[in-house]
């Protein structure tokens, strides 16, 4: 195809896509204007009923649990996907993994290494904050697992790495990506066993404002704040392993 | 609409048009983590605080860094391409 056909071509596509945008546009409600009968009944029932001012959180975790369950399980399954595929490239360099050889650190400069070690503790509790407050105030599970799962990344970029208990580090976070995903699985079914049915919500709703307040909405909170922290560190450690090992193999 | 609204909106766009004309991949990284930041801002004064978080921890910290990661793992790849040769 010639450059002269290919933007005629490329004309029209733009031309359709730009008008059949501005249709759409000039359809839309006037912001602020919003008429959903679902969300206006959402906004006033939250707070009396569940006692939980995010409606958010209750709306993702109460009233469209079963969605996110599904939600949850994306993750799960991205991770473990690529898990897979980079074991697989592993065995095919034939390199060692090796965990007893000490870990080169990767920060050449100082200063990133002295900022990154001032922020982990800050952003470790940031990232608990979010999830703890997530059935009070905008942030939760999902928000609150990847702040903390950027606190550990933080201490990779000062030049350290994770030992958690003599284990590999990515064995942790495996457990801990499963036990939040099973977690999550485990209150639904406490809804099914003590309140009839899945995901019913089976705790006391609490008073309106304190920290244990939404009823299970701040334990679906934490389960999926661990696997979200879990699924990324999974990722992101074996990209970085990777790495180490087939620098080493170079040098 | 407010002026802060408008402004951000401006800004969305230039940041938009500035990933895309940017060549080199590395550095694409960086300014799309940059364009994320201003898409949360975006969110936020369209009030939606949530849906602003889930961005920042997303489009400008995680996302930029797995990039960057997986770019690190293709220049590797072909540098030992390169040695084997």
């Given amino acids: 195809m010639s450059p002269r056909a ?21 359809g839309l409600p006037s912001f602020g204007h919003f008429d959903g009968a679902y969300g206006q009944l959402l906004a006033h029932i939250t707070v009396p009923e569940r006692k939980a001012t995010s409606v958010i959180a209750v709306t993702t975790f109460d009233f469209r649990g ?29 390199v060692p993994a090796d965990p007893q050889t000490p870990r080169e650190p990767v920060a050449e400069s100082l200063s990133l290494r002295s900022v990154a070690t001032a922020l982990v503790g800050p952003v470790l509790v940031l990232g608990i904050y979010v999830v703890a407050h997530g059935a009070l105030t905008p942030g939760g599970g999902f928000q609150g697992g990847v702040v903390l ?31 939040g995903a099973a977690g999550f699985v485990l209150i639904g079914l406490g809804g099914l066993v003590l309140a ?38 999974v990722v992101l450690g074996e990209l970085l392993d990777q790495r180490l090992l087939t620098r080493k193999e170079s040098d | 609409m407010t002026a802060v609204q408008a402004t951000v909106l401006v800004v969305v766009a230039l940041g938009g048009g500035a990933v895309v004309l940017s060549r080199d991949p590395a550095r694409q990284a960086l300014v799309t983590s940059v364009f994320g930041l201003s898409l949360a801002a975006l ?28 770019l690190g793992k293709i220049r590797r790849r072909e540098r030992a391409a390169e040695q084997k040769r």
């Avoid at chain 1, 733009?14 to 546009?25: I, P």
């Avoid at chain 1, 049915?197 to 661990?226: C, K, W």
């Avoid at chain 2, 949530?50 to 990039?67: E, H, K, N, T």
Wanted: proline share 3%.
């Fill in chain 2, 43 to 70: 969110f936020f004064v369209f009030q939606a605080p949530d849906v602003a978080l889930s961005q920042i921890v997303v489009g400008a910290v995680a996302l930029p860094a797995m990039i960057l990661l997986a």
């Fill in chain 1, 66 to 94: 079963f969605d996110t369950l599904g939600e949850e399980f994306i993750l799960f399954t991205a991770a473990v996907g690529v898990l897979v595929l980079l074991r697989l490239q592993r065995g095919e360099e034939q």
């Fill in chain 1, 196 to 233: 009839g049915t899945f995901m019913e919500n089976f705790i006391p709703a609490g008073t309106r404002g304190s920290l244990l307040s939404g009823g299970d909405v701040p334990l679906f909170n934490i389960a999926v704040g661990l696997e979200v922290m879990g699924a990324l560190l």
């Fill in chain 1, 149 to 179: 799962m950027s606190s550990f990344l933080l201490v990779y970029l000062a030049g350290s790495h994770l030992r958690l208990g003599g284990s590999r580090p990515i064995t942790a976070m495996e457990v801990a990506e499963a036990t």
């Fill in chain 1, 6 to 26: 290919r933007m005629v071509v490329f004309g029209c596509g733009a031309a359709g896509f730009a008008a059949l945008l501005a249709w759409g546009l000039a």
